[in-house]
């Protein structure tokens, strides 16, 4: 399993960085294949990627029709929430692409199912043997990865592809989460992370804890982690194989 570790100067360089290597690799996939699958994740670093994912996407071979997009986790809050990670991430693909909407898999929203414990069964059963090309991650400043959390049943040992996760230790306090088995499971694992508060779950992961969730992730062919200087400050010289 090969890893890279790409450090840039700053979150936009960050996201720029990621937009435009991912944009290099869906190409590949689609000159190989018919339809690229990709799992997505939320938060800022993410946003910005998209952001300029979609203006370089746009004048690339890349071809939105033949992707089917499926998401990490996301809160269990009503469709029209903020809190949803889905609405932030489409906004942004859509301000220069246009994906086919019977291939987005959105995750169950709570006005639309009981709890998130059925929203998880039946984003399994759409996600079926599915396998993401190419899964995106965040990183959480405690290591928590998608809504996967340290020293929370979430992190428990499971052979379940979703699960519903309650109690966060942060809001929203209901999500459903993708299992580290299943992010496991994609041959490209891409993680982000910018700014100071994440060194140490950098660090901790990338030197070996796998007592954090960030630390039990890496994709079944290789792992990139695009970080800021920040995020890298309390990395060891010898681990920064980029």
């Avoid at 910005?48 to 089917?68: G, H, I, Q």
């Avoid at 469709?79 to 995750?107: C, I, Y």
């Avoid at 950098?202 to 990139?224: D, F, I, K, W, Y």
Wanted: aromatic share 8%; with cysteine.
């Amino acid at each position: 399993m090969a890893r890279r570790i790409i450090i840039k100067t700053d979150p936009e360089a960050v996201a720029r960085e990621a937009a435009s290597q991912f944009v290099e690799r869906l190409v590949a996939c689609q000159a190989k294949k018919d339809i690229v699958h990709v799992c997505l994740t939320g938060g800022r670093i993410a946003n910005r990627m998209y952001a300029e994912f979609s203006k370089l996407a746009a004048d690339s071979d890349f071809d939105p029709k033949r992707v089917e997009l499926w998401w990490g986790d996301e809160a269990f809050v009503p469709t029209a929430d903020p809190h949803r990670n889905a609405g932030k991430t489409l906004g942004l693909l859509a301000r220069h692409l246009t994906f086919d909407s019977s291939r987005t898999h959105l995750m169950p929203a709570a006005n639309l199912t009981g709890d998130p414990e059925s929203a998880a069964r039946s984003y399994a059963e759409d996600l079926g043997d599915t396998w993401p090309d190419v899964t995106f991650l965040g990183v959480g400043a405690d290591g928590h990865v998608a809504s996967i959390f340290p020293n929370h049943p979430s992190s428990e040992p499971t052979t379940r592809r979703v699960i519903g996760v309650t109690e966060c230790p942060q809001e929203p306090y209901e999500r459903i989460s993708m299992t580290v088995p299943t992010i496991n499971s994609s041959p490209e694992v891409w993680l982000l992370a910018v700014g100071s508060e994440k060194a140490w779950a950098v660090a901790e992961a990338l030197t070996g804890n796998t007592s954090l969730p960030v630390g039990q992730v890496h994709g079944a062919e290789r792992t990139v982690w695009f970080l800021d200087a920040e995020a890298a400050s309390q990395l060891p010289r010898h681990t920064c194989d980029w």
